[in-house]
């Protein structure tokens, strides 16, 4: 848990920077989250213990490894447990055998992405190099992942894990807040590496308006070679739809920076950086609560999550959940497709990208010089427009099998490895957990899912509903009306994105600097932003659906916006092919029409003579053209 300190001054490649560490009373977020919560300055902040909401099977007599008993890492053979070994849970439960069905809400592929940028903004588990600390998953006979799968255990707290009684605390190495840690950093060393120091508050991109590279050989994930790019997340190269989410907040970084430069002339480079940094952070805040969740838990029950809900409350800890980090946010490895989809964006072709061969890949992103065709763009709004994977108990090879494997060649196997890793957490199961969030622990296997198919091999696997991994159980649960999750993980979500929202003294709604600042008002609107204008100030990008986290397959989100006024959560308990999906090609509108409705489409529809699509369409923009005039 090192830190520099506040008072340093940092020496990066010739340049002087000064730091970014906060007074208590400042206005603006230390880098590494310290002093948010002036009480307790460490809450939240980088490097400090994840916190546990449920008792760990540490303390309640069972022997884990790193609990005093000398056990070994249980899942393969002479472990001493009958736990069942990972990798064989993965291959009887997970094996979605090359298909994986889609989602019954319209969930875009950007609810896992987003997901996934958002999590590298307040969750990392770092492990550790120790040739002690190697926990391998046993691979039997017959599999072709020989001859093991390779896992090293999660660093933790120094103190922890000498008994029983003092079981292991993991680490999150970044600022559990919402504050768009994984564009700048969480230590001052890679904020510093970033930054375009004095080009007005500038973060620091290469050819074609892409992420630097890492030539100070800073640490990332994948490779510290100069081939990789640097992200303020060590896993920004992870897989190329996420690369893509951390250029275009880079990019989104430098537009309101040239905006706030021109627009007040006498603001210094750091002025210019801070100001840019709090927008972003505060971008993500509104995308998460007003786009993000309501997509993923349903508006009904993200009604609770508003941002303008907000109420400060210095007693509430918003460090990350030990619980939440390791097994409930991983809902969206199963989303995962085996082809990441290509949008067709003018003349380039929609083809997709075998997930298998977009890890750590950052050269990918370019434009193609022979056919011009720009990956970014197509890897965004191929995102946006195709309907993800249901959130269930199936994973698609690329991840169970070919995980950050070079192309052409074998991987690991994600399912295993949340398995294990929850183990090594010490995590409860999924009983323990339940209890531990108020709810009633599952008496039977027909209690977590309907599903007779999952329910035999989750009696076979575990042959008790009180033994049963906890992620393993999360992603078995039926999901509750109206949402795409279980109610476990409904449960635990709104109660940890409530910590974060109200543990959060910059959260920003209640941030007068922001929401109170002609200067700010100047450059962007925070009570209406989306991911969707992001998408479009800082691509070529132009029919960009309103809601990229939705997909509408008539076109006729614009017709109901203003439902949800009146009915916040409609469209989570009536699907919209209830009411048109008898009308053919779908295509409702004629193209007199696009002037006012073209916006709203992320490509053209073609002409049609569908009464209730002309007369809806024309009704609704005659209105709003009579109000705007």
């Known amino acids: 848990m090192n830190r520099l300190s506040c008072a340093s001054v940092l020496l990066v490649v010739g340049a002087i920077v000064a730091p970014v560490c906060a007074s208590p009373a400042s ?3 230390s880098i590494d989250g310290v002093g948010n919560n002036l009480a307790q300055p460490d809450w939240g902040a980088a490097d400090m213990p994840m916190q546990r909401v449920a008792e760990t099977p540490f303390s309640t007599g069972a022997h884990y490894p790193g609990d005093g008993s000398g056990a070994t890492f249980y899942g393969g053979p002479g472990s001493g447990t009958t736990a069942a070994n990972p990798r064989v849970i993965s291959n009887r439960l997970y094996d979605d055998q090359g298909h994986s069905p889609v989602n019954d809400r319209r969930m875009s592929h950007m609810v896992w992405q987003w997901g996934q940028f958002l999590d590298h903004d307040i969750t990392l588990a770092e492990t550790s190099s120790l040739p002690s600390e190697y926990a391998p998953i046993h691979i039997y006979p017959g599999d072709p992942m020989t001859p093991s799968i390779p896992l090293q255990r999660t660093q933790y707290a120094s103190g922890t894990g000498t008994s029983g009684s003092n079981p292991r605390q993991q680490v999150n190495s970044i600022t559990s807040y919402i504050d768009a840690s994984n564009v700048y950093g969480s230590d001052a060393v890679r904020a510093a590496a970033l930054r375009d120091i004095g080009n007005g508050g500038r973060l620091k991109t290469s050819a074609g308006d892409l992420l630097p590279f890492n030539t100070m050989g800073l ?32 990019r989104e970084h430098n537009r309101l920076a040239d905006l706030l430069a021109t627009n007040n002339p006498t603001w210094s480079d750091e002025e210019l950086y801070q100001t840019s940094r709090k927008i972003v952070g505060a971008e993500m805040q509104a995308i998460t609560y007003r786009e993000f969740l309501p997509a993923l838990l349903g508006k009904g029950y993200a009604r609770s999550l508003s941002p303008y809900a907000y109420a400060y409350d210095d007693s509430i800890d918003a460090t990350i959940g030990n619980e939440f980090a390791t097994s409930i946010y991983r809902f969206g490895h199963s989303m995962l497709p085996e082809v990441l989809p290509l949008a067709r964006v003018g003349s380039s072709p929609a083809e997709g990208l075998p997930l298998a061969n977009a890890y750590f890949d950052p050269t990918f992103l370019g434009s193609d010089t022979t056919s011009g065709t720009n990956h970014l763009e197509q890897i965004l709004l191929g995102l ?18 070919f995980l950050f494997g070079s192309p052409g060649a074998g ?33 039977s296997f027909r209690d977590i899912t309907s599903d007779r198919d999952v329910r035999r091999k989750l009696r076979d696997l575990y042959g008790s509903v009180d033994k049963i991994d906890s992620w393993v159980g999360v992603l078995a649960e039926d999901h509750v009306y109206g949402s795409s999750v279980g109610e476990l993980s409904l449960t635990a979500i709104v109660e940890e994105f409530t910590k974060l929202r109200d543990g959060d003294r910059f959260f920003y709604t209640g941030d007068s600097e922001l929401m109170d600042n002609p200067a700010i008002d100047a450059v962007i609107d925070l009570e209406t932003i989306s991911l969707s204008d992001i998408m479009q100030w800082n691509t070529d990008l132009v029919h960009v659906p309103r809601n990229v986290f ?6 006729f989100d614009f017709l109901f916006e203003r439902w949800d006024d009146f009915w916040p959560d409609w469209d989570d308990h009536f699907h919209r092919d209830d009411f048109f999906g008898g009308f053919g090609n779908g295509s409702f509108f004629p193209n007199d029409l696009l002037t006012c409705m073209g916006p709203h489409f992320h490509s053209i529809p073609e002409p049609s003579t569908w009464l209730i699509g002309l007369s809806a369409g024309l009704g609704l923009c005659l209105r709003r053209r009579t109000r705007s005039a």
């Open 27 to 29: 206005n603006v977020r």
């Open 219 to 250: 640490p990332n994930a994948g490779s510290t070679s100069p081939t990789m790019f640097l992200g303020g997340d060590v896993r920004a190269n992870e897989q190329v739809g996420l690369t893509a989410m951390h250029t275009l907040f880079v």
């Open 384 to 401: 946006s427009v195709n309907k993800a994977q249901e959130i269930d108990t199936k994973m698609t090879d690329a991840v169970r099998d």
């Open 411 to 443: 991987g690991m196997d994600l399912a295993a490895l949340n398995i294990q890793r929850g183990r090594d957490h010490g995590l409860p199961l999924y009983n323990e957990m339940r209890i531990a969030y108020g709810l009633a622990p599952a008496t």
């Open 550 to 555: 939705r997909v509408d397959r008539w076109g």
